[in-house]
């Protein structure tokens, strides 16, 4: 079977009048990290485009790859990083309170990845199982002590459930579905009446306000706006009773919804597809703009680069998520350009960007071999990197939503 598919239609309406609105050309997997002896073979590659439904206005990616190609063996696990548990363990305590869940209530978390929401919600009293597809990450929740089935969730899944979840979650995941059809008809089996089912994801709005392209990769299906979420929920029998933003992964949206039955809509859904529309998110001419905005933000970030390698200056990147597989072919920062990409994650290091091949190191070769310039390539966490480096005596390059050149200074 061929793992790439191209899509000619809606995957959350089914029109098949589509506009492709950026296109990034062929792209290696983003968490496709190479060991060494692969650094002399052929990666794979897909194209990696966004189109948009002219009907319900959904962004999503034209080109779709095998699941199982990407999730099998994850090397991203949620809880290396330290402000994303912390996140977690708020949203967790948040959305109890919130809900009124008391001791015992049962909760699923679909793509649960090392358990990074599971065990604070099961340290709060609730029993918990993790729906998780790869392997290692599974092995990882166990060690938690949190109960996760290695697999996808799918309606086959929710109608094996011990009994009928009071919540069920799905975290930076919701976007990562080709078939979000089969993921929502299951959410509805494994509810019991009155449950909620709670998503968050990056807000495309954001994504556009910022210039966060590198938001863009192969496992990032959707690029989630309300105005195709509220039709598409409805279409399969839930509300969305409350929304929320928040500032993860540069500006994302929490979204509660219940079966239509238990609820009525929030005043919130109305006002913020509003605001989409007045932002033009549904306009081609605002992706017209965004692809000449980027244009413009590779032509500076490039004369940035050449204008210190004359000078003699070493560049380094800092950070290694998904998203800097992209951020790093688009601005053409290969191995021959960034001495290493820093990350924190204990799995990445020693291995080497997908595409570039730039490799990666923990933060003590960082502080050993300090660079000129570190360009933060894991831009969502500046601050705390900044604030944990505070010995480096090189400039930081921020470059969302303009570049920006600071001195190590706090």
Request: glycine share 6%.
């Amino acid at each position: 079977m061929d793992p790439v598919r191209r899509h000619s239609f809606c995957r959350l309406c089914h029109s098949d009048s589509v506009s492709d609105i950026l296109d990034f050309g062929e792209s290696p997997l983003a968490n496709s990290y190479l060991q060494k002896e692969d650094i002399e073979r052929a990666e794979f590659t897909a194209p990696l485009a966004v189109m948009q439904c002219n009907d319900c206005g959904s962004a999503q990616l034209r080109y779709s790859v095998e699941g199982s190609r990407m999730f099998s063996h994850y090397l991203y696990a949620s809880s290396d990083s330290g402000s994303v548990q912390a996140h977690f363990d708020s949203y967790a305590s948040h959305v109890v309170e919130k809900l009124a869940l008391t001791r015992g209530s049962f909760a699923v978390d679909v793509g649960s990845n090392d358990g990074v929401l599971l065990e604070p919600l099961q340290k709060i009293g609730l029993e918990v199982l993790g729906v998780e597809p790869a392997a290692n990450l599974c092995e990882r929740s166990r060690a938690r002590g949190c109960n996760v089935f290695n697999g996808f969730f799918n309606q086959e899944v929710a109608s094996t459930l011990p009994r009928p979840a009071d919540l069920v979650t799905c975290n930076n995941c919701f976007a990562h579905i080709d078939d979000l059809e089969e993921i929502i008809q299951g959410v509805h089996l494994a509810l019991k009446e009155g449950g909620v089912f709670v998503f968050e994801n990056a807000y495309l709005l954001d994504t556009i306000k910022y210039k966060y392209f590198d938001q863009v990769y192969h496992e990032h299906v959707f690029y989630h706006s309300v105005k195709p979420l509220r039709l598409f929920l409805a279409r399969h029998g839930f509300n969305i009773i409350d929304i929320e933003r928040n500032n993860s992964q540069g500006g994302s949206i929490r979204v509660y919804c219940r079966k239509a039955e238990d609820s009525v809509e929030s005043p919130l859904v109305a006002e913020t597809i509003r605001n989409e529309e007045e932002f033009g998110l549904y306009s081609p001419e605002l992706y017209v703009r965004f692809n000449e905005q980027l244009s413009l933000l590779k032509a500076e970030f490039t004369q940035l680069i050449e204008d210190g390698r004359k000078q003699g200056l070493t560049f380094c990147g800092y950070g290694a998520p998904a998203k800097a597989t992209l951020f790093c072919k688009y601005f053409g920062l290969d191995k021959t350009i960034l001495e290493y990409i820093v990350d924190d994650a204990v799995l990445k290091q020693g291995l080497f960007m997908p595409g570039t091949q730039v490799p990666i190191v923990g933060a003590d070769h960082f502080r050993r071999y300090p660079a000129d310039f570190a360009i933060l390539t894991a831009w969502n966490f500046a601050d705390l990197i900044r604030s944990r480096n505070k010995d480096f005596k090189g400039k930081w390059i921020v470059p969302f939503p303009e570049i920006h050149v600071h001195p190590n200074a706090f």
